[in-house]
Each structure stands twice: as C-alpha cells, then as structure tokens.
C-alpha cells in the first residue's frame, strides 16, 4: 500500500492507495457513521460495507447531480439522527464523491466525511484535491465547496467491475496527469499500456499513485484554483466542448481534447512535433479517440459559452514538453486558424489511407 498527504486549509487528506477495502482503518469507531453510496455500488459491494447506522443509496448518471438529491440526503441524515458527531463514506464514483463531500461540508455546517473511489476517474481525480458540489440549471459543478476527505481509500480491485470503456476513460485522464507533470510516468505509460488495460494490480497500484501524487502537488500548491491548479485542466477546454456536443464520455472528450491543445502548441511553435507524436500513440494504444469532430465551427460555438471565457479570448494549457505546461490567452479566431492549419494528425491519415483502399 502507498500513501500520499494532502495539506489542505481545513485540514489535511490521508490518501491510501492498495489498500483493502476490507481492511478499512481511519474509519471512526462509535455509532455515528454513515455510508453514501449509489444503487450500482450497493448491488455489487453493499455486503462488504463496514457495519454502519445507515446506508443512503442515491441513483446513478449525471442527473442525480442536484441539490434535490442533496437536499434527500440532509433528510435522511436527520431522520437517522445524524448530529454533529456524524461521519459520512461516500463509496462510490465520481458522482458519489461530489455528492458526498458537498453533503458533509454542508449538513450542520460540516461534518467529517472520507471518500472510498471505485472509478478509475474518481481515484485519480474526483476524490482528489477536495472539492465538490453538483450541477444547477444546466451548469456543471455550480454549487460547491473546498473541503478535504480525512481520508480517501483507494482499492484497485473495484475497477475490475467497471465497464472496460469506463476504464479507458479513466487512462486518458491519467495520461493528462503524466502528460502536464511527470515525463517519467509517461514513459512508464509508454512501455506498460497493455498491464494497464488489463488492470494489473502492481502496474495500476503505481499509476494510480503517480497520478495522485501530479493531482496532490497541485493542490498542495494552489487549493482553490488560482494558478497551478489550472494546468489540471489540460485537454478540459475542448474537451468539455466535445463532451457537450457529442455527448461521448468524459475521458474519451478529454483524450480529443488533449490531441486538440497539444496540436495547438506545436501550431504555436510551442511544443515539438514528436511530442505530440508520442502522446497520439500512447492515447491510441490506450484504444481512446484521437481524432477532432469534423465539424469544428459547432465546437468552437460551444466553447464560445464557455464558462472559462474572457472576452474573445479563450485560456487554453498548453504543452511546452510532456511534463511541462503553459497558459496563454488564444483568441478564438486564431484557434480555428491554427486547428485547421495543422497538418492532419496520423490517425486521419491512416484513415484516409484506409478508405482509398
Ligand atoms: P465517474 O465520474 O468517476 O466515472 P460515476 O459516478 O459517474 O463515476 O459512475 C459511473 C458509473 O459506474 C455509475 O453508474 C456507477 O454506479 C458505476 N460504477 C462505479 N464504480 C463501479 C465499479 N467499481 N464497478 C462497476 N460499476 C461502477
Ligand atoms: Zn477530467
């Protein structure tokens, strides 16, 4: 097992990697102890949860994401009594998490609360770095707070039940990590992809640890999203725009995102071709989209009403090296030019190669 410490203003997170989670220690003894989970989890893992005072089962998918379903939760904790002694285990993905955290900093203006991630995504990232919060009229994340799990509990063994494409999602987000922070890693990546698809524990034990540890220094740096917490967001400025319009998921958006960011810093001169090169082949060995949408000008629409917009100008993370990024503001016309004026990636010309034969 590798633990990690995350120095956080209202306290410090105790990250645990390859620990059972039947062996759950930092879990409080008493009687005030709480479960959140969702249906999904409950079905496949509830006969494992610690003895508790209650388990509050919410639905799954981003539409539970509200404050209607935070607002069930502050219902059930009352009706079980939960008082200020109370502490809440979210156990679940990253829906889970979010849920869970905003629930616990808010129900009688916080409680203690940990996190058990069962997700690839939300062991790398939902469950790291404290914050939380759901979605509000259409917008993600609206509402929300900082506040840091005492503990998160991350055990490998949960992702052999997650959807192989659940999977991949949560790679292309590890590949982000190692791709803004730690060359090593993505060298690491490079030789053991294969390991890593087929979740071999010892392989995934140090992934998850390697992108935990980009995650937390991050954070450690900047908690609450000035400055150098804003390169987490690389390949998130497009990729959001994907997501939205295409509706694949999160990771795949994200790996289409990171193609688009890093053509652009090697457009802007920023970033050496073979760079990019090496983070192509790494996502398509990871069997995660490369390619952008055809339609580029209903993409850029989207990120017009981009949340992250200033002016025209858009603030994108861009790539000097793997393991270095940079912020620039991009005008968004220059965007367009700059996408379309790229030579086209390999994956299009092998496609294209493909469909003349
Ligand atoms: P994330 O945002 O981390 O991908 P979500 O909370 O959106 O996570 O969960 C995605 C889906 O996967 C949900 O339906 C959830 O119930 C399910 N899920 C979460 N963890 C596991 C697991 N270990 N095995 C199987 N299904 C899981
Ligand atoms: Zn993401």
């Known amino acids: 097992m590798k633990t990690y ?11 645990q990697i390859g620990a059972g989670f039947d062996n759950l220690s930092g879990f409080p003894g008493g009687t005030k102890n709480f479960i959140l989970t969702d249906h999904n989890i409950d079905r496949l893992y509830g006969r494992r949860f610690p003895q508790v005072a209650g388990v509050i089962t919410i639905g799954t998918g981003e539409a539970v994401k509200t404050l209607e379903t935070v607002r069930g939760i502050y219902e059930k904790l009352i009706a079980l009594e939960a008082d200020r002694s109370a502490f809440l285990l979210g156990i679940g ?8 955290g905003f629930a616990a900093a808010t129900y009688l203006r916080g409680i203690r609360f940990a996190l058990v991630p069962t997700t690839l995504l939300a062991q790398i990232d939902a469950a790291i770095g404290g914050k939380n919060g759901v979605n509000f009229h259409g917008f993600k994340n609206m509402v929300g707070t900082f506040r840091q799990p005492e503990f998160v509990l991350s055990d490998i063994a949960f992702l052999k039940t997650l959807p192989g494409r659940e999977v991949r999602s949560g790679l292309a987000e590890m590949v982000k990590h190692a791709v803004i922070a730690d060359p090593a890693m993505f060298s690491f990546l490079e030789k053991n992809w294969r390991a890593a698809l087929a979740l071999d524990p010892e392989v995934m034990e140090k ?18 999203e000035t400055g150098e917490r804003r390169k987490l967001n690389f390949g998130h400025t497009l990729g959001h725009a994907v997501e939205k319009t295409t509706g694949v998921p999160h990771g795949e958006a994200v790996s289409i995102g990171m193609i688009a960011a890093s053509r652009l810093s090697v457009g802007l001169g920023l970033l050496p071709p073979a760079d990019l090169e090496r983070i192509e082949a790494l996502l398509i060995k990871l069997e995660l989209p490369v390619r952008l949408p055809s339609n580029l000008e209903k993409l850029l629409q989207a990120l017009k009403k981009d949340k992250k917009r200033e002016g025209e100008m858009i603030r994108f993370v861009l790539l000097k090296r793997i393991g270095e990024t940079v912020i620039e503001e991009i005008p968004i016309e220059k965007l367009q030019s700059t996408i379309e004026g790229l030579p086209p990636s390999r994956e299009s010309l092998k496609n294209r190669a493909e469909s003349r034969t």
């Open 207 to 224: 992934l998850v640890h390697d992108a935990v540890v980009v995650k937390a220094d991050v954070v450690n740096l900047d908690e609450t």
């Open 93 to 100: 993905g990253g829906i889970v998490c979010d849920i869970a």
């Open 5 to 15: 410490r995350i120095l956080g203003k209202n306290g410090d997170s105790i990250i």
